[in-house]
């Protein structure tokens, strides 16, 4: 016992070094994981005092007065000050503990201002984002992408200046966000339950048909921020990875820029094609457009429920 303790000890001193995420959540992408993984290691070290304190005394006590003969401890029952005492200080960590998680809770659910130099999302955020239950920066502005879990894979939505998300910049598995920018997340799920989760980012979010939900992250530094789908979702829920890459905000006004000139050059091949297809004769039976439109991985209805 005494060297399973010594175990732990050793192992949850570590915890904050060496194997930082191993015993405690991961942080460092975003100021809201960077608070739950704080909030996290001050309940586990108050956790920790308490575990080793009462463990302590009763090997004490388990030693100091174990079976002897003519050996008797004092015997206490009815003790008032002892047992005052025990009930305070178990009120007084709750009450410090309960404090400190509602004053740090605010940092981990209200997303703060970009930084100045971020994407300038002023523009932007007044067209998109109307959700009375999404909590908004004090500025009021931030950079909201769409959040689409579908089996196996995320779509992201970017919003442009029009109101129309149909022509709106989109892209899979890889978010592409802006450094210096608050970038909130509006996530929602097409078929089944999903869940969207980037450990360094933040917190876990369900991505449920019918219903959304929103989360933040704000990334300082350029970097690579991987995930995965968190809810078992289906036969191929292991590929449904994701990844958030940030890059400088000019670099991302010319990946938007990019990416947008890509999807327009492929809608107009398209068009192109189809009107091509409509004025001359062609095997009209293999490759209608309504048989391009059908969804390639629909599946069997009794599968994976
Ligand atoms: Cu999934």
């Known amino acids: 016992m005494l060297s399973l303790c010594a175990a732990l ?42 575990f080793v304190g009462v463990e302590g005394v009763l090997l004490y006590s388990l030693v100091k007065f174990r079976a002897r003969k003519d050996a008797v401890p004092a015997q206490i029952r009815g ?13 007084v960590v709750l009450i410090v503990l309960a404090v400190v998680t509602f004053a740090m809770l605010p940092g981990i659910r209200n997303p703060p201002d970009s930084d100045p130099d971020g994407f300038p999302t002023d523009e932007i955020a007044t067209v998109q984002n109307a959700s009375a239950y ?32 149909l022509n709106d910049v989109f892209s899979y598995e890889t978010l592409v966000v802006p450094t210096k920018t608050t970038v909130t997340l509006t996530i929602r799920a097409q078929d089944v339950a999903h869940s969207w989760w980037i450990p360094k980012l933040g917190g876990k979010f369900d991505a449920v048909p019918g219903h959304l939900n929103f989360t933040w992250f704000k990334i300082s530094e350029p970097g690579t921020f991987k995930g995965q789908c968190a809810e078992l979702c289906g036969r191929n829920h292991t590929d449904m990875v994701a990844k958030v890459v940030a890059i400088e905000p000019d670099a991302f006004e010319r990946w938007l820029a990019n990416k947008r000139r890509e999807i327009d050059a492929a ?16 095997d009209a039976d ?20």
């Open 79 to 91: 003790n008032t000050r002892l047992e005052i005492g025990w009930t305070l200080g178990a009120s």
């Open 286 to 305: 293999a490759d209608t457009p309504a048989a391009r439109e059908t969804p390639a991985e629909q599946t069997p209805p009794d599968e994976d429920e």
């Open 267 to 282: 809608n107009a091949a398209a068009q192109e094609r189809r009107a091509a297809e409509a004025a001359g004769p062609t």
């Open 9 to 50: 000890v050793g192992v949850l001193a570590l915890a904050g070094g060496a194997s930082a995420g191993f015993l405690t959540p991961e942080s460092g992408g975003s100021p809201n994981a960077d608070d739950i993984d704080t909030l996290y290691k001050i309940i586990l070290a108050v956790a920790v005092i308490v």
């Open 134 to 165: 999404q909590p908004r920066p004090p500025s009021g502005e931030a950079l909201n992408i769409d959040v689409n879990g579908q089996r196996y894979a995320w779509r992201y939505t970017y919003p442009d200046q029009d109101d129309n998300v």
